[in-house]
């Protein structure tokens, strides 16, 4: 994954770098970033008790947004059609009228017995 900076108002910055995969717990640490996922374009977060919640995303979500709020006990992985900021820097995909567009994400939910 490529895990994009971004300023104070969540603007990507321009500066990128690469990130493998981590199995680090999310403990105390939060999150409010942008990656640009690999080619499975897969992203998961396991809790402490083994269940996984894992979103795959079509070519069309070129980005994903992680978001782990201080002191909340939940987690976000949100596809993204575009950077924040797409409309205005034009990395975006756009639709002429008539015309349409479909982006397919899938969330899958694991337990830790499978269920």
Do not use: C
Request: glycine fraction near 10%; charge should be negative.
């Amino acid at each position: 994954r490529e895990h994009l900076a971004l300023d104070d108002r969540g603007i990507p910055t321009g500066a990128s770098s690469r990130e493998v995969a981590e199995e680090e717990p999310v403990g105390r640490r939060t999150f409010d970033d942008l990656y640009r996922p690999g080619r499975d374009r897969r992203f998961a977060l396991t809790g402490e008790d083994g269940a996984t919640v894992e979103m795959i995303a079509n070519p069309h979500f070129q980005y994903a947004q992680v978001w782990v709020p201080a002191g909340k006990p939940f987690a976000a992985l949100e596809p993204m059609a575009a950077r924040t900021n797409g409309l205005v820097d034009g990395d975006t995909h756009l639709v002429v009228p008539g015309d349409s567009f479909t982006a397919r994400f899938t969330i899958k939910v694991a337990s830790p017995e499978g269920v």
